[in-house]
């Protein structure tokens, strides 16, 4: 089956640093990715998906471009503040045929004043 | 718009007992999950259910049960909880493409 891989955290950055946080996926077919975002005592949210290759998605400042030829769809932001501070999934659904939504192990992120 | 709704928010079980964890979405969608998340892990699929009246396994279902009880509601059964089910609880229901709704999570705690 589908397997999605990102980074280990945790990661910790100053206030509007640059932010990238790799996911790379295991798929023959074109699933569907996503980034979720994960506030502390809270259940998951979408932050921006992409479903079909070089779609770029977008929200809040993050970015990520599905690349087909490198299986991945990294999450980028140019400044990050304080309130950026959650954890992170990768994830994706769709891979051939399939209503499976696998999620990567998440990133922790936390950004310092 | 409540979105997915799950119940109960905090439980504590002895070991053996039984419960039901409950689960509804009201954005007509036909897909439903059942996820638990541990620390280091992230989220683990436990069942998924693709449609009304279908339900398959997981990477994790071994001491779980589910029921698509109509397109709204999704339930998950811990028939008896061991300490190793201690985590948090996650309902979601998504949409063609994929793009899911969670629920707020259910702390489950098994002494």
């Known amino acids: 089956g589908n397997s999605v891989t990102q980074m280990e955290g945790p990661v910790t950055l100053s206030e509007e640093a640059f932010l990238t946080i790799n996911c790379t996926y295991t798929?023959?077919?074109?699933?569907?990715l996503f980034w979720y975002v994960q506030y502390p005592g809270e259940g998951l949210q979408l932050l921006l998906k992409?479903?079909?290759?070089?779609d770029k998605g977008s929200n809040k400042g993050f970015e990520a471009t599905y690349r087909k030829e490198t299986t991945s769809f990294h999450l980028e932001k140019g400044s990050v503040q304080v309130s950026d501070s959650a954890v992170y999934f990768c994830?994706?659904?769709?891979?051939?045929?399939?209503?499976?939504?696998?999620f990567g192990k998440g990133t922790k992120l936390s950004v310092i004043p | 718009n409540a979105g997915v709704t799950q119940t109960p928010k905090f439980q504590v079980l002895k070991t053996g007992q039984s419960m039901t964890l409950q689960c509804a979405q009201d954005?007509?969608?036909?897909?439903m999950y059942w996820y638990r998340q541990d620390p280091g892990m992230g989220l683990r699929l436990i069942y998924y259910s693709a449609s009304e009246g279908t339900t398959d396994k997981g990477e994790v279902p071994n001491g779980y049960n589910v029921s698509r009880l109509n397109k709204r509601e999704f339930s998950l059964r811990l028939e008896s909880a061991a300490p190793s089910q201690t985590s948090v609880y996650f309902c979601?229901?998504?949409?063609?493409?994929?793009?899911?709704?969670f629920g707020q999570g259910t702390r489950l705690t098994v002494v």
């Open positions: 994830a994706s659904f769709g891979e051939a045929g399939s209503y499976q939504l696998t």
């Open positions: 954005m007509n969608h036909n897909s």
């Open positions: 798929a023959t077919g074109y699933p569907s």
């Open positions: 992409a479903t079909k290759a070089d």
């Open positions: 979601a229901s998504s949409d063609r493409q994929g793009e899911a709704f």
